[in-house]
């Protein structure tokens, strides 16, 4: 073999071994820095003074922004994080340099609008959020609807959500059902059936998968609700007929209380605990559960969504 | 280190101080003296934080700067001037020259880099009276800067050795950028799917990763570093420059220079 050759075998050789390495060492190095770079993110808090910054490119550095904003709630969120400080001002400086990102908006708000850990709790941001789209895109209807949901389920303040979807329905193109929702909104405020109806209707308005997975969660945990509710009312019947509890569900079907042994949303026979409460088998499947799950059950992230979505 | 090697090497150290590299340092002193001296009179408690994360961020944009303005040159100008020919004719081979090219511009920047650091430290006395025991940690993100330097000359040479400067100096600066990001490039290739995640995950260990050399803000703090950063980091440094170095010699050995 010649010297050249020999040098280039060498050279070839080190470049492939020294690139394995570099990769493994910078995956230790990764490990031993968890979490840096997003606690580093917000070196320049001020959206206007980002915006300044971006010389002009404010389109790009608007998709990052909302990229990161996407990233520190899902990392805190499978971590069940119990804050989300960095989220309202990620958020803000994302639309403040696109106020035309309407999917800040809408993702937006549900980020940070319900209670941890499903979200950061912060509702009155998630407000001002969509507020502040409301008068940088006043046309679009979906904006309207995320508001009056906010204020429909999470500040409860059904005066105000009544209003967001009175003036949605006057938008070009509104949903039909923002009118129907302005109109019930006084008489059915607080109802189940209401809920039902706002996360159907967000199901079915929307064609990104991880929303509807979230709404067919919601709905499902709804549904485990009415049902929880109804069997348990069974349970109380059977007591007082019989004066001991049932030791499960087939012993309301023997006293013909119930036609067959009731199935949860995934299939599942709902079962009786020791105490005669009325339980799913696997809370787990279930991520907005609030009846039906053993006393003291933490729920876990929820996952999948996107399958249920589809 | 054979001779030849430091032959080039001392070479390339003595044509950047004729090139007047160092005279960056006359600059880098009058921003050190003069943000010391005012944001003392016009800001409350801040001067020894302004002095470390503006010296050391001065230290390594100076230093980033000249490695690849210098860094891209380092093959083509000998090749346009000619002279490599005449290097080449002698017992040299390629491989040694490249090698030599490498430690003489590293060289460069560690000077440069060391006499910075007598400035910021100068400056530190200057603002806080007396050297305290937190203030040890800015040698270290010197140190790292340093790496810094080695990772940036050695992918400079590599793109001189093929490329023309123009291209070079774009090349070059495009992955100091990327790298400073590389810790985001990795967040977004392990939110990828698929085939995507592969790829992505492939090119966010390929760039650089600048981002855990960088701990001047952690520093100007008084935080430690971690050993086992340190270990790490130098380690990650040095393979990364032979990886990027091995690259330059298989390409400039393959080179038709006729």
């Known amino acids: 073999m010649n010297r050249s050759r020999t040098v280039t075998m060498t050279a070839g050789i080190l470049l492939v071994a020294c690139l394995a390495g570099s990769a493994a060492v910078l995956s230790r190095i990764d490990r031993l820095r968890t979490g840096a770079t997003l606690e580093d993110v917000l070196f320049v808090s001020s959206p206007k003074a980002v915006k300044r910054m971006s010389l002009g490119y404010d389109g790009l550095l608007a998709d990052i922004y909302w990229t990161r904003a996407v990233q520190y709630f899902g990392g805190r969120h499978e971590a069940r994080a119990s804050h989300y400080r960095l989220l309202a001002p990620l958020l803000a400086i994302t639309t403040t340099l696109d106020p035309h990102l309407d999917v800040a908006y809408e993702f937006g708000a549900n980020f940070l609008s319900p209670q941890p850990p499903n979200g950061a709790g912060m509702p009155d941001q998630a407000t001002q959020l969509v507020e502040y789209g409301i008068r940088n895109n006043p046309d679009n209807w979906k904006l309207y609807y995320e508001l009056g949901f906010i204020y429909y389920m999470d500040t409860k303040d059904y005066e105000r959500a009544a209003d967001a979807f009175l003036r949605g329905s006057k938008t070009p193109n509104a949903h039909p059902f923002l009118k129907v929702m302005a109109a019930q909104m006084a008489q059915h405020a607080g109802d189940t059936q209401m809920a039902r109806a706002l996360w159907t209707t967000t199901y079915q308005s929307s064609q990104e998968k991880q929303i509807r997975g979230n709404a067919v969660a919601h709905l499902r945990a709804l549904q485990i609700a009415d049902d929880v509710t109804a069997l348990q009312e069974l349970v109380g019947q059977y007591g007082q007929k019989t004066g001991q509890l049932p030791r499960s569900m087939a012993d309301l079907v023997a006293a013909n209380l119930l036609p067959a042994i009731p199935l949860d949303p995934s299939g599942r026979p709902y079962k009786l605990s020791p105490e005669g409460l009325v339980e799913v088998q696997v809370p787990d499947d279930f991520p907005f559960i609030e009846k039906g799950a053993p006393a003291g059950y933490k729920p876990p992230a929820p996952k999948n969504l996107e399958e249920l979505g589809k | ?258």
């Open chain 2, 1 to 258: 280190m054979n001779n030849r090697i430091a032959c080039i090497a001392s070479n390339t150290f003595r044509e950047a101080v004729r090139d007047r590299v160092l005279y960056n340092l006359i600059a880098f002193a009058v921003l050190l003296s003069g943000a010391a001296i005012l944001v003392g009179q016009i800001s409350i408690d801040i001067e020894k934080l302004v002095v470390i994360n503006l010296g050391l961020t001065a230290v390594s944009l100076f230093g980033v700067v000249i490695a690849i303005f210098v860094g891209i040159g380092l093959v083509s100008k000998e090749i346009e001037k000619r002279t490599l020919y005449t290097v080449l004719s002698r017992p040299v081979r390629r491989w040694e020259f490249i090698i030599g090219k490498f430690f003489g511009l590293a060289g460069t920047l560690v000077v440069n880099a060391f006499c910075m650091a007598i400035g910021v430290f100068g400056a530190l006395l200057y603002v806080a009276h007396k050297f305290q025991k937190p203030d040890g940690w800015v040698l270290v993100a010197l140190y790292f800067i340093i790496l810094q330097f080695l990772i940036i000359c050695s992918l400079a040479l590599l793109f001189s050795s093929f490329s023309s400067p123009l291209l070079s100096a774009v090349f070059a600066f495009s992955l100091f950028v990327i790298g400073t990001f590389s810790e985001d490039l990795r967040n977004f290739a392990a939110m990828a799917q698929g085939m995507t995640k592969w790829v992505a995950t492939a090119v966010a260990y390929l760039v650089p990763n600048f981002s855990a050399l960088n701990v001047i803000s952690s520093v100007a703090h008084g935080q430690p570093v971690s050993s086992q950063l340190i270990i790490f980091n130098s380690l990650y440094a040095l393979l990364y420059s032979m990886m990027a170095l091995c690259g330059a010699i298989l390409i400039f050995q393959r080179r038709n220079l006729k």
